[in-house]
Each structure stands twice: as C-alpha cells, then as structure tokens.
C-alpha cells in the first residue's frame, strides 16, 4: 500500500470506531496546509462540511489547523457551533452538518490530522492519544 492508501486507511478507522462524522488530513503545499487530495472520512451528512473544507488554505499560525501545524502537539475544540463566523468561518456548515467538537493532531512536520464530533464535548484524553498511535505520532 502506498503512503496515501495507508493514511486514508486510519482515517476510516478512526472516524469508523470512534464515530466521528468527519476526519481530514492537511499538507503542507508550499507555505500552507491543503486538505485537496488528501484522505478524508465524511459520514452520510457531513459531506457539505468536507466540501467546505477544501476551500481553506492554512498558513502557520493560522486556525486550528495552521497552529498544530506550526507548534506541534494536539489542539481541541469543544464545540465549534458556538464560534462566531468571525472566528471560525466553516461555522454555518457545521451546524448545517451536525459537526461540533474539532481537533488537530500534528501527525509529522508536514502533516496535520483534523477530527470532528457530532457532539459537544470537553477535550477527551483518551481519544487523542488513540488516534494519535493509529497515525503513528
């Protein structure tokens, strides 16, 4: 399996298992992060929320994404329905698609894994530090 095949597998695993509407995976493409062509899980509702996604480009220190990518580590949401647009511009398409609770993961220097919940909920330890040994970080 090539690299791309092996990260969309545990993509689906972990939203599969865990129940998470929607997981997407960030590269670095020049001084941004993409998630264009990259592995993605989008359960039956939430493919609006992935399409809106793709529309984003995060440079270093620029949302969620942007800062794990930039600091490292792990980043947590508790629900991003209560964001203003201001802040969180994918807002109305997450009420839309019943996306609540996001959170990054710095899977390597390049890459960022994003997850979201279908529920409210404080940053959950243990979920964390499953999908980080399914990707390997």
């Keep these: 399996l090539n690299s791309e095949t092996k990260m969309q597998a545990k993509i689906t695993q972990i939203c599969t298992e865990k129940n998470l509407p929607n997981g997407n995976v960030w590269v670095a493409d020049g001084n941004a992060l993409t998630t264009v062509g990259q592995a993605f899980h989008a359960a039956a509702g939430a493919e609006a929320f992935r399409a809106k996604c793709e529309e984003y480009r995060f440079e270093a220190n620029k949302g969620m994404p942007g800062r794990v990518w930039a600091n490292g580590g792990h980043e947590w949401k508790d629900d991003v329905q209560t964001f203003a647009v201001e802040q969180y511009p994918r807002q109305p398409v997450a009420v839309q698609c019943n996306v609540h609770?996001?959170?990054?993961?710095?899977?390597?220097?390049?890459?960022?894994?994003?997850?979201?919940?279908?529920?409210?909920?404080?940053?959950?330890?243990?979920?964390?530090?499953?999908?980080?040994?399914?990707?390997?970080?």
């Design 101 to 137: 609770g996001s959170f990054c993961i710095r899977v390597d220097p390049n890459t960022v894994a994003e997850f979201f919940t279908g529920a409210a909920a404080p940053e959950d330890a243990a979920l964390v530090e499953y999908c980080k040994g399914v990707l390997g970080c």
